[in-house]
């Protein structure tokens, strides 16, 4: 394996969210590239479970298509949170409940031009509270059994990357 | 539900792989919002599938995170040619093999700000040929068992978003 040798970088958009670097670089065979390395924020997914067999979930609003997502909640991790702390803020906030036992899932990377993390957390013994939203969430919290969950993946209804990685999981988990 | 209502868009970045629109939208309760839209380019995945439990993989050198990555074969969707097509081009390009049997596994979502689809596909009765790689794509192919693939997930060894999905997907096929 030739990794790849940076020699020279241009930062050409930045926001909140997304930060675009147009990144030169020298290749194993001594030609030279330019790649556009897309950074954006890492985030955190919880999948918040009661026992027996029923996990919360979320219908929220996604303005990009348009349309309602079934989802587990998410959200990003500020600067100053750890994956942990921003999973506990995001499950309040979207959901009122409060985890006495959260375990980490892991990690992954949803797009492989960036080094963007996605953090899932299981979180179980769960005391309910009320959520905190702000104007731009638009969500309605459900509690769907896991027979409901497996018919909703199979049929295709579920499009959030990260819920689907987490329900696929706690399905695996139970074989 | 209260939709959102676009009342002004501007592009405010583009390249061949991500174009970012600032959209101002006007929300249920008559606030005005800028929202940051990032369009990012479709793209397929394919699990190839040996029959006796074979799957074909693919170890990937990914720049950003400056490590080789488990996944399964892998690219962007081109302008002219449907997910199906690109699939059986990937598959080609990336590993060699022709697939004989190729079904549709349905799409997902990789980022909620963005209407960007990943397709998937299970590729069945396979042809080995010869691969038809580009000097960015640094590749090996590897033949593993279901039974490895399971040990890799367990381990957090497969950080590829599509590439978890699809295996897990197999791997609840199977239950």
């Known amino acids: ?84 702390e921003a999973a506990v803020r995001e499950l309040k906030e979207e959901t009122g409940y409060k985890s006495e036992k959260l375990t980490d ?11 963007q993390r996605a953090h899932l957390f299981l979180a179980e013994k769960l005391v309910k509270g009320r959520p905190k939203r702000d104007n731009t969430e638009q969500i309605e919290v459900k509690l769907i059994t896991v027979e409901e969950a497996k018919k909703m993946l199979r049929a295709g209804k579920v499009t959030h990357a990260p819920t689907i990685v987490a329900l696929q999981k706690l399905l695996l988990n139970e074989k």
């Open 105 to 115: 899932w892991g990690s992954f990377s949803p797009w492989t031009r960036s080094i």
């Open 1 to 84: 394996l030739k990794k790849w040798r940076l020699v020279g970088s241009e930062k050409v958009y930045t926001s909140d969210y997304v930060t675009i670097f147009n990144d030169k670089l020298l290749l194993g065979d001594n030609s030279c590239i330019d790649y556009e390395r897309v950074e954006l924020r890492d985030f955190c997914s919880v999948l918040p479970l009661i026992e027996p067999q029923k996990i919360v979930m979320i219908k929220i609003y996604r303005y990009p298509a348009d349309c309602t997502s079934w989802e587990i909640p998410s959200g990003f991790i500020e600067h100053d949170e750890s994956a942990h």
